[in-house]
């Protein structure tokens, strides 16, 4: 979808909706690793000793047993250990705010990046086309709640698929796109301005105007100087640290937003992988600090946001001839948020041997766990949602227990 430049944007302030109930506050926050995420190096299965035969270079070490120029695993339970370039996120999973889902996948059979990529960002099963994106039609049955161009925002220069659909979504690369081209006393005048013309009380544009003007003065305060992050949080430059950084900034001021959609690309590992070092471990070591931040930055936030950090698919089990991983099926997802029943690893484990197979052989971990039984549990138990039937219509959900209420339907 296009991006929806500043023209477009104040246009739809000025014609939006009609008045109805406001947000209730709560916010989903989506992070798609683009490229097929390698979960199995980030949420290490350290007692299985399948993994460290079928990972000879690859793999991390186990707790406390580093090897030369790699650092040890860090240990979640009996089976599972963090990669070390996460172990900034060993407080929210001791908190309890955090729960990795195991074993996460759809039923595409086709090993492409683009074609999983789109299935689950529309919501759907393999061959069958529903229309729009899975977000887009969790918004528009939210007809109840006043919607606003900065309802629904994607990180970045265009729409994620995941969003088409939506009553109103805008794209941008920071908050700063949206504002009144002027200098700051004019800008305020300007504001005043556009207050005096929309003032009376008859005519079209009578309550959009007033909803325009609350949610533009809104946004003009958020350039009144530079933003501070709470308790401590301290973003990278990386463009995740900095869309997270953006996401925060629109929670805290309170513009309506309900769902932002960030991506991270460059995690196809067919080559040179490596281990607690390496290419992949430069992602991971972005994901784990901009995870952090944005945490620490939400303190006063956690019962409201919730955040989930999603793959197209996983990797094989086994490490290929140039020292990284092909195509798989089964992957881990992570959910960060204050209603989360976290510190847990959710999903059946029965071994790296059990993986699933196609026409080249084994395809990496079994898909235990339907994508959209994920995303449906974040939707009715933490965003209060109780329309799944229409996001995900024809799919019946078999609860996973992460959520406050393992009732989906």
Known sequence: ?????????????????????????????????????????MFVPYADHDYYKQRPTIAIPPPNKSRPNAEASIKLNDLYALHPRLKSLLPIFKSERLAVIQSVGSDNPTGSHFDTQDQIEHGEAYGKIIGGGWIGRHLRAQSSIHQTPLSAVSIGTSVCESLSGAPSVSAL???????????????????????????????????????????????????????????????????????????????KANVGLQVACIDFGGWDTHFFQGSSEGLQADNITQLGKA???????????????????????????????????????????????????????????????????????????????????????????????????????????????????????
């Open 1 to 41: 979808m296009p991006k929806v430049g500043r023209r477009s944007f104040l246009k739809q302030l000025t014609f939006g909706t009609e008045k109805a109930a406001p947000n209730n506050g709560k916010v989903l926050v989506c992070i798609f690793l683009r490229g097929g995420a390698d979960t199995l190096n």
């Open 173 to 251: 690369d920071s908050i700063n796109e949206v504002q009144l081209k002027a200098v700051p006393s004019e800008s305020t005048a300007i504001v005043d301005a556009l207050a005096s013309l929309y003032g009376a009380e008859v005519g079209l544009l009578s309550q959009p105007g007033r909803d325009t003007i609350q949610l533009l003065s809104k946004v003009q305060h958020l350039h009144s100087g530079p933003y501070i992050p709470e308790n401590g949080a301290q973003y990278g430059d990386d463009p995740l640290s900095k869309g997270l950084k953006e996401i925060a900034r629109l929670v």
């Open 291 to 409: 995870l952090t931040a944005f945490d620490a930055d939400m303190i006063k936030y956690h019962s409201k946001v919730t955040t989930i950090v999603m793959t197209e698919f996983g990797r094989r089990t086994y490490e290929n001839g140039s020292l990284g991983t092909d195509h798989g099926q089964g992957s881990a997802m992570i959910i960060i948020g204050g209603g989360v029943h976290g510190g847990k690893v959710y999903g059946e484990f029965t071994g790296i041997n059990d993986q699933e197979t196609d026409l080249l052989g084994p395809s990496g971990l079994r898909v235990k766990h339907d994508y959209r039984a994920v995303l449906a549990e974040v939707l009715t138990g933490m965003l209060n949602s109780r329309d799944v039937d229409k996001v995900f219509p024809g799919f019946n959900p078999s609860p996973i227990g992460f959520a406050p209420s393992t009732k989906l339907l």
